[in-house]
């Protein structure tokens, strides 16, 4: 099953909208927005999953198919630093999807000239410290009760790479050059 990453595209809208409804747990990466239908959908990719000079975000790819998001927001080139995220569909986890494309984003950043990438999850969500260390993301610390999804607050396991921190062995999926 060939993998890759790619910007997002309005065609893809079909993908998302499938990606969004197949895990419960999504809900958070998708809060307030109507993707209820495939219009929705391409909306939602063209003004919030768009390149920009602050923000970042490509397509997981499997077969052809949008499965899931890798991105880069708050980047800010004085301090050479960014917030990294990530999220997959329910079927496509547990394959090493997610952790492959952090690492392939965070080459990427280094390459283009950053230094600092940072990133949070809820310290219930262990699969998610599992993709950030793969991907050679070292815990900092922990923001007490930080996020707040409807009326429970988590709190936050922070994680950073540097550029000048080791490269990990985790093999980073490929970006598509063209479509």
Known sequence: MPVSLRPWS?????????ARWSSPDLDTQFTGADLSDEAQAADYIGNFLPFSDTAKNWAVIEDGIAVGNVGLSAIETRHQTAWAYYWLAGGARGRGYASRALQAVADWAFDAGLFRLELGHRVNNPASCR???AAGFLKEG???QKLRYGTERFDVETHARLASDPHTTTSALAFETAR
Do not use: Q, W
């Not at 309005?10 to 499938?18: E, I, K, N, Q, V």
């Open 142 to 144: 922990t923001e007490r």
């Open 131 to 133: 993709v950030a260390t």
């Open 10 to 18: 309005r065609s893809d809208g079909p993908a998302l909208l499938a």
